[in-house]
């Protein structure tokens, strides 16, 4: 089901890069800020995370997991990152980000753990694995434009979907316990972007976008902060690095999903820069 899921988003990317290919235009005469362009980033990400979570079940409250200490899931993860950006007119763009992050991690408890509907004894050899799909969509505003800076607002979604699922088996017993949930958590943000121009091949790129919200039984925030150099050695062609962080927090009482997660790392970036 994952591995179709990811072929639905695959097939998606490509129609959305195909979208912004076809309808490009030509760059107009003038200053930078007067030309409609369409971006691709493509790079790597190596992200270092920190992370919990809850989940509760039918009988009551769920253990706190830390997710690398406890269940020993791995801290840096290695993983491709997709970003595209289409300026429709020279002060409105609009961003799509996408990437995935997937870990696992194998351990044998030494407390007793309760996840979900599922109780794990110490004892237990406990396998687990949590995958993230991580898809952002940006409408954005240049408030400023110059030789020199280019800053805009903004509004958007940020979606965090998420599959957590766990499988222990007692050291000596043939009974196998498993636990599984899913769940997409998106949220709106508001952001500021500014770019920095150095000439025509060298721009500092800064972006912050956040939220928080607390609606009956849901408490949740965002906070995403980027800040990347992008060199501009061939007049379409350029590479990029810089970090990246990601904080997301939600505490849910509803029905349908009922824990606590807290999603937070910060990432190494690098890669190639099209500019059609």
Do not use: C
């Not at 300026?87 to 991690?105: C, I, V």
């Not at 993230?132 to 240049?142: D, E, F, H, N, Q």
Request: aromatic letters at 10%; glycine letters at 10%.
């Amino acid at each position: 089901m994952r591995q179709k899921a990811r072929r639905v988003r695959g097939a998606f990317l490509m129609v959305m890069l195909g979208a912004l290919i076809a309808t490009d235009r030509a760059a107009a005469a003038g200053d930078r800020s007067a030309e409609p362009r369409s971006e691709i980033r493509l790079g790597t990400m190596l992200a270092q995370f920190g992370s919990d979570l809850r989940l509760d079940g039918a009988g009551g409250v769920g253990s706190n997991l830390d997710l690398e200490d406890r269940l020993g899931m791995n801290k840096d993860v290695t993983d491709f990152r997709l970003d595209l950006r289409y300026r429709m007119t020279p002060r409105q763009r609009l961003d799509l980000s996408y990437y995935e992050l997937s870990r696992s991690g194998r351990r044998v408890t030494d407390r007793i753990l309760t996840i979900g509907d599922r109780v794990f004894d110490i004892g237990t050899d406990l396998e687990s694995e949590f995958d993230t799909s991580i898809y952002k969509l940006a409408y954005m505003w240049s408030f400023r434009q110059d030789e020199d800076w280019e800053v805009a607002g903004s509004f958007g979604i940020f979606a965090l979907d998420a599959a957590f699922s766990a499988r222990g088996q007692l050291l000596g017993s043939p009974q196998i316990e498993r636990e599984r949930a899913t769940s997409v958590f998106p949220l709106p943000v508001f952001g500021v972007h500014a770019t920095r121009h150095f000439g025509d091949a060298w721009t500092i790129n800064g972006d912050l976008q956040y939220f928080g919200v607390e609606i009956n039984d849901i408490d949740g925030s965002i906070l995403d902060a980027r800040l990347t150099v992008d060199w501009m050695f061939r007049p379409h062609i350029g590479v990029f690095a810089g970090l990246n962080y990601v904080g997301f927090r939600v505490n849910s009482g509803d029905s349908d999903l009922s824990g606590k997660v807290r999603y937070e790392y910060t990432s190494a970036l690098a890669g190639i820069k099209l500019v059609l």
